[in-house]
């Protein structure tokens, strides 16, 4: 054990190395800044070797007969018995407070996570629960977008009433990807989903007559409010369009709240459970008695529709759609996210969404080197915490078996 220890902790430190000197030596010009970088790697060589000396620690102890929850775990417990008001208050108070002290560029940065942290919670759907491997599903993104687009520019449609049926439509698409893929597992479900979401992609980008090809849409109304207000012939309804950067980050906001909401709604009903069979054993599940057609088909349908109500809000918030905003590596984002917070884990995409998005603009200087970053990021996490930053407890329990029996094997 402690060789094997010793082996990951040189590859480590040489992966370490080829990330920390480039990215940190060379910032702000071609002079290499050798301070600085040998600092921060020095650093991260401590925690590794803290970190073996804690396993080595730990490989010395006896197994105890019965499994005993770790410390970690019991402070897990302890704060999962703490009134969800106690944490979720404060959170939802820093987020409405959060517009009234930034400024605009960071309240824009705000926006961009929110939205992506819908798109993650729908895509936990399909992946998280259900266990499909969605490799397009920006496409439904780019539906909700441009069927909010081509409603409110053609027939004049308002946000509101354009909405209902760019989710529909998402849904539609959602099932026609999904129909395909229904005795598709593994890499071919992964392959067929990426194809279906280049195909709309393209589609988009070359049918001009209706999208405008790579030129894009433009010209779109921005999300309206209606109160009543008093004038002079009496009571009327007054419209008030979203064109702040606070009103949309406090309309986003919601947007996420009710998502977030229904969401865990359909993870704790019979659906959820159903789709969580599926995840599980597929062929189980179906001599179970679980309809398995139309339990994925309806996790394609739901992970679609929230997807195109972020897509609707997006073409809204900028005013402008193009083909080139839905790329594959948008879907690898998205996929990243749930991964990252933890497949099945709300709490989990909600923090890795803002950590995806948000982080790179904080290390923006290191433009050069961001995707190195976070392939870096990831294959770290990957390798440390596979269960994600807050692993569902589900997910976690079944990850932590299959470790201690491999230990106990290798004992």
């Known amino acids: 054990m402690l060789g094997q220890e010793i082996k990951k902790l040189v590859v480590y430190t040489i992966f370490l190395t080829i990330i920390i000197l480039p990215m940190l030596g060379f910032t702000g010009g071609a002079e290499f800044q050798a301070k600085r970088a040998f600092v921060v790697l020095g650093v991260g060589v401590a925690l590794l070797v803290l970190n073996l000396i804690v396993k080595v620690i730990r490989g010395h102890r006896p197994l105890p007969e019965h499994d ?3 410390i970690t775990e019991r402070i897990a417990d302890r704060l999962h018995q703490i009134p969800k008001i106690f944490t979720i208050g404060p959170l ?17 940065v705000g926006i961009t996570c929110l939205i992506y942290v819908c798109l993650g919670l729908g895509l936990n759907i399909v992946v998280g629960l259900c266990g499909l491997l969605d490799l397009g599903y920006i496409a439904f993104y780019a539906v909700g977008a441009y069927s909010y687009s081509l409603l409110n520019l053609t027939y004049g449609f308002s946000f509101w009433a354009a909405l209902p049926i760019g989710v529909v439509l998402g849904m539609i698409c959602g099932c026609i990807i ?7 597992r593994g ?3 992964a392959i067929v989903t990426l194809g279906f979401g280049e195909i709309i992609r393209l589609v988009l980008n070359n049918w001009d007559d209706l999208t405008a090809g790579p030129n894009g ?20 309804m007054v419209t008030y369009y979203l064109t702040s950067l606070p009103g949309l980050f406090y309309f986003i906001l919601v947007i996420v709240i009710l998502t977030t909401i229904g969401v865990n709604r359909l993870d704790k009903s019979r659906i959820g459970r159903a789709w969580i069979a599926i995840r599980e054993d597929e062929v189980a599940a179906e001599l179970s008695g679980v309809p398995t057609t139309w339990i994925k088909l309806l996790a394609y349908a739901m992970g679609a529709g929230f997807a195109s109500i972020a897509g609707a809000f997006f073409a809204a918030k900028l005013s402008y759609v193009n083909p080139n905003f839905f790329l594959f590596m948008e879907s690898c984002i998205v996929l990243c996210i749930v991964v990252l917070g933890g497949i099945g884990s709300i709490p989990g995409i909600i923090i890795a969404g803002f950590i995806l998005i948000a982080v790179p603009e904080v290390f923006r200087e290191l433009e050069g080197f961001r995707m190195l970053a976070f392939g870096a990021i990831m294959t770290t996490m990957m390798i440390i915490r596979p269960e994600g930053l807050i692993p569902a407890s589900r997910r976690k329990r079944e990850l932590h078996h299959r470790r201690d029996e491999a230990e106990r094997g290798s004992k």
């Not at 939802?92 to 824009?108: E, G, Q, R, S, T």
């Not at 849409?217 to 009327?236: Q, T």
């Open 217 to 236: 849409l433009f010209g779109m109304k921005r999300p309206p409010l209606y109160y009543p207000a008093f004038e002079e012939g009496g009571l009327e």
């Open 178 to 184: 999904g129909y395909p893929t229904l005795k598709m």
């Open 92 to 108: 939802l108070l820093a987020a409405v407070i959060f517009p009234l002290v930034a400024n605009n560029y960071m309240i824009d």
């Open 68 to 70: 005993q929850p770790s």
């Open 187 to 189: 890499d071919y479900l």
